[in-house]
């Protein structure tokens, strides 16, 4: 199961969906083919704007440290935010505006807690370097790092319902001690 595939199982038919730092616009065409969720996607990297117009993807560039006041109160369905969470400054106030402009929010990230993440910083004495935190600490976009316990802590401090959690190592779900197993963390929250 992809990171794709689980967040277009979370989507409904038909739904509007915003994607926040869209990238080249592959999740949003991805939505598009399988759930026919017409969508628009968020991103500020010139290269991958042009890449998402050529992915023939509704994409608008805004900085996402600005908030969301170019889009009204529930205007989508279902806010995207696949592994930039942890490249924003201020994940409070990105958190409450997704909730305002949509009815849901999806958020993934790369989970810190990871084993391996944590055996590099105890045994090697460096920064962990993965496929889902590809940068070493001095050239990386990321500014905060979090774990699955600090990111339901956030939700609860926020007010936020976790709707579903799916935790993901190598494609393939993890059930047992997610915070330790799991690489990348997928969520479905609401206000």
Known sequence: MTESETIARWVVQGARVLDLGCGDGTLLKH????????????????????????????????????????????SFDCVILSETLQAIHRQEPLLKEMLRVGREAIVSFPNF????????????????????????????????????????ALCAKLGFRVLERV????????????????????????A
């Open 31 to 74: 939505l598009w083919q399988t759930r026919q969720a017409p969508g628009y996607g968020v991103e500020i990297d010139d290269a991958k704007l042009l890449a998402c117009l050529k992915n023939d993807v509704n994409v608008l560039q805004l900085d996402l440290e600005d908030g969301l006041a170019a889009f009204a109160d529930r």
């Open 113 to 152: 807690g990871y084993w391996r993440a944590r055996i590099q910083i105890a045994l090697g004495g460096h920064m962990p370097v993965s496929k889902e935190l590809p940068y070493q600490w001095y050239d990386t976009p990321n500014v905060h790092h979090c774990t699955l316990v600090d990111f339901e």
């Open 167 to 190: 935790v993901l190592t190598g494609g393939e779900p993890v059930a047992a001690m997610p915070n330790l197993l799991g690489s990348l963390a997928l969520y479905r929250v609401s």
